[in-house]
């Protein structure tokens, strides 16, 4: 049971702050541009990008494909010893190796989205998850998105960021994505898979997505990508 990140130098939490290599925790439901915001202020910062959710997904893709019940969490514990999962990145771009075989293009089908939210519910896959993430991040100089990266994955992290957007504009947002990346589906179903997906993520006893109390809120409803890069570039930049 591996899970490398290539690509990136690991130092001390202590040493990061020292050179103002800062870690930036984005949190928030699905389709509220965490993803979009994320890459774009790791680009501008010169920072890595840490997406999470593809840990989760790229779980989700190998409980799937081993024919398991994403549910059954007993099953999958079993399974997590022989996966091993990496994601080296190249000039800023992660790609996500499971055994050896790049699924990165196969992470966001609507299956797979919701049986990563069920097996994320599944404290074998988060403790599992926990220090892989908690490794990558160490050395700093990292956006780190997800559910959980400002409450337990980087608690003391520099800057801790919730986003949050109307329902509606979410599922919006995430079937234009989808129809994008050629996947069929009416938005009506969209919209209700993220409902569950939420309900799910938000409800789970371990992990659940809560806002860090120390995070600041950002409403992305009404805003583009590039006013929420530039809200948090404002904070960040009192930090740097
Ligand atoms: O961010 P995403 O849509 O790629 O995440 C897919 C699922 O993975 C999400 O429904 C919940 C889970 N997840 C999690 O529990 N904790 C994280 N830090 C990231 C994702």
Do not use: C
């Not at 549910?71 to 790609?95: C, K, N, Y």
């Not at 956006?143 to 409450?151: F, P, S």
């Not at 009506?188 to 806002?211: C, F, G, N």
């Amino acid at each position: 049971m591996t899970a490398i990140l290539r690509g990136h130098d690991v130092g001390t939490v202590t040493e990061a702050k020292q050179a103002n290599r800062l870690i930036v925790a984005i949190d928030g439901p699905a389709g509220v541009g965490k993803s979009t915001a994320a890459k774009s202020l790791a680009a501008r910062l010169g920072y890595l990008y840490l997406d999470t959710g593809a840990l989760y997904r790229a779980t989700a893709w190998a409980v799937l494909g081993s024919g398991l019940d994403p549910a059954d969490a007993a099953a999958v514990a079993a399974l997590l010893p022989g996966l091993s999962i990496e994601m080296p990145v190249q000039h800023g771009v992660v790609t996500v190796l499971l055994n050896g075989r790049d699924v990165t293009g196969n992470l966001r089908a609507p299956e797979v989205s919701a049986a990563a939210s069920v097996v994320s519910a599944i404290p074998a896959v988060r403790a599992w998850l926990l220090p892989v993430q908690q490794k990558i991040g160490q050395g700093g100089a990292v956006v780190a998105e997800g559910r959980d990266m400002g409450t337990k994955v980087f608690p003391s992290a520099d800057v801790k960021f919730f986003l949050e957007a109307d329902p509606n504009i979410r599922a919006q947002r995430r079937h234009r994505e989808l129809v994008t990346a050629g996947h069929s589906g009416a938005l009506e179903d969209t919209s209700a898979d993220m409902a569950s997906r939420d309900s799910r993520d938000r409800s789970r006893s371990i992990a659940p997505l809560v806002p860090a109390e120390d995070a600041r809120h950002i409403d992305t409803s009404n805003l583009s990508a590039a006013e929420v890069v530039d809200q948090m570039l404002a904070v960040i930049a009192a930090k740097l």
